[in-house]
Nanobody, 115 residues
Framework: QVQLVESGGGLVQAGGSLRLSCAAS????????MGWYRQAPGKQREFVAR???????NYADSVKGRFTISRDNAKNALDLQMNSLKSEDTAVYYC?????????WGQGTQVTVSS
């Protein structure tokens, strides 16, 4: 059974950094791809970053150069390093995994950036 649990959210000042982590119940190599999405109040969920099983990464234009997605195979975790945070990065961040043609989601972790 696929389970994803996010951690690392919190309150940070603009310009600061946070590191999110998504712990998976399966080995990361089991997933076709994993990624991060976010949803701000009153807005639709949007793509943030993604990494395929082969290691190819993609980022939303709004986070390029500031966010870095990586995986820790020893911990079965997908991380998102977020630097130079802006108030518009405030959102609930969700971990996503594609496994056997189905999408799975974590419960989300709140990131609040104060200006």
């Amino acid at each position: 059974q696929v389970q994803l649990v996010e951690s690392g959210g919190g309150l940070v000042q603009a310009g600061g950094s946070l590191r999110l982590s998504c712990a998976a119940s399966l080995r990361l190599s089991s997933f076709n791809a994993m990624g991060w999405y976010r949803q701000a109040p009153g807005k639709q969920r949007e793509f943030v970053a993604r990494m395929t099983n082969g290691g190819t990464t993609n980022y939303a234009d709004s986070v390029k150069g500031r966010f870095t997605i990586s995986r820790d195979n020893a911990k079965n975790a997908l991380d998102l390093q977020m630097n130079s945070l802006k108030s518009e990065d405030t959102a609930v961040y969700y971990c996503n995994a594609l496994f056997e043609m189905r999408n799975y989601w974590g419960q989300g972790t709140q990131v609040t950036v104060s200006s």
